[in-house]
């Protein structure tokens, strides 16, 4: 079975600029989450998608949205990008979107802004 | 909401064995557990589910307590390959909306 597989890997963008990072999820899994991974932060939670569904969101400003596909294919779009925006940003599936399922993750799409 | 894990860097020898902590201040349903090699994904490693049962995985085990709000990650005869980023990942309720502590960095050496 195929992973979790996310385009591009690398992102070089300007600030002012947006960018759309894409993320195919394992196949039948019906929750893809996207998290944004820093040195400093950590890995924070963004959103979650559900069969379509936003179910959950984080705590990031509205030029982070996300959306998902009826394949499950999940997109996510970051609007003005500022400095800050610089990192790693990981996109988890996982079978049934609840405490009991384990997430896999893909191996992220790292965002450069200059 | 975000989990803090102890310590937040560990260095052992082959052999020896560790202990990571992840605290929260809001009431679990579920602890989940992820390794992280450098640039790699995140891999996980076992889940534990309100009710304080701990689990094994290899000599990697673990245990949850509700009643604190805490998990314990436990690495026995600890290898090479142990060598990683360890996150716990914490649900306060049932919507797959996981908040990940900061991470503890696992160095084993020779």
């Known amino acids: 079975k195929a992973g979790v597989t996310q385009t591009p890997r690398y992102l070089i963008k300007t600030r002012g600029q947006q960018v759309t990072l894409s993320c195919s999820p394992i196949?039948?899994?019906?929750?893809v989450s996207w998290y944004q991974q820093t040195p400093g932060q950590g890995l924070q939670f963004l959103f979650e998608?559900?069969?379509?569904?936003?179910?959950n969101k984080g705590n990031f400003p509205g030029r982070f949205s996300g959306r998902q596909f009826s394949n499950s294919r999940s997109e996510m779009n970051v609007s003005t990008l500022e400095l800050g925006d610089s990192a790693l940003y990981l996109c988890a599936s996982s079978l049934r979107g609840d405490n009991n399922s384990p997430l896999h993750f893909g191996n992220g799409t790292r965002l450069t802004v200059t | 909401q975000q989990p803090v894990q102890s310590p937040q860097a560990v260095i052992l020898r082959e052999g020896e064995d560790a202990v990571i902590n992840c605290s929260s201040s809001?009431?679990?349903?579920?602890v989940h557990w992820y390794r992280q090699k450098h640039g790699e994904a995140p891999v996980f490693l076992m889940i534990?589910?309100?009710?304080?049962e701990q689990k094994g995985h290899e000599k990697i085990s673990a245990s949850f307590n509700e009643k604190k709000q805490q998990s314990s990650l436990y690495l026995t005869a600890s290898q090479l390959s142990y060598s990683g980023t360890y996150f716990c990942?914490?649900?306060?309720?049932?919507?797959?909306?996981?908040?990940f502590g900061t991470g503890t960095s696992l160095t084993v050496i020779p």
């Open positions: 196949s039948g899994h019906r929750s």
């Open positions: 534990l589910l309100k009710g304080g």
């Open positions: 809001k009431a679990l349903y579920s």
């Open positions: 998608y559900f069969s379509e569904t936003q179910r």
């Open positions: 990942g914490t649900e306060t309720n049932t919507g797959n909306q996981f908040y």
